[in-house]
């Protein structure tokens, strides 16, 4: 049995203010020849997580990765095919959402220890009585154990 697709976007004029069709907006789910998912489907998510987008979305493109993922690679008479990129691509955007959902962000990091390249030695100190590795990274001007 086949689902219904519906999209308000495709209509010349019309806003997109309904969480399913933003939804729809966000997985790529716009071609009403190509449908990913059915109303049906995306509506039990969004019922499942209060009409949050995001958390939907996560959800959605977490089971079309899954979905994608029965697919393969391939090559024939010269062409190549890379269909599991898919796949992979759903599965970076629903990561990506469940992060914001919670919100996380990616923040760059730099080690800052006794041991790392990047510090200065004059902000590391040790003493004399102590094993040279066990340094510390001055911090405020008090020690702090790396």
């Known amino acids: 049995m086949a689902g219904t697709w519906t999209y308000a976007g495709t209509a010349a004029g019309s806003?997109?203010?309904s969480a399913?069709?933003?939804v729809r907006l966000a997985l790529g789910d716009t071609d009403a020849s190509a449908p990913l998912l059915y109303?049906?489907?995306?509506?039990?998510w969004l019922g499942t997580y209060s009409?949050?987008?995001d958390k939907t979305?996560?959800?959605?493109a977490q089971a079309l990765a899954t979905r994608f993922a029965r697919y393969y690679d391939f090559e024939t008479d010269g062409q190549k095919f890379a269909r599991a990129q898919m796949s992979k691509q759903y599965a970076e955007l629903a990561k990506s959402l469940k992060n914001k959902a919670v919100g996380l962000a990616a923040l760059d990091t730099v080690k800052k220890d006794g041991y790392s390249t990047d510090v200065e030695t004059s902000d590391v100190?040790?003493?004399a009585d102590v094993d040279v590795r066990?340094?510390?990274?001055?911090?405020?001007g008090a020690?702090?154990?790396?």
Do not use: C, H, M
């Open 15 to 17: 806003a997109i203010t």
């Open 20 to 22: 399913r069709d933003k």
């Open 39 to 44: 109303d049906e489907e995306l509506d039990v």
């Open 51 to 53: 009409s949050d987008v």
């Open 57 to 60: 979305t996560a959800a959605a």
């Open 125 to 127: 100190r040790s003493s």
């Open 134 to 140: 066990q340094n510390f990274y001055v911090i405020g």
């Open 143 to 146: 020690d702090a154990a790396p």
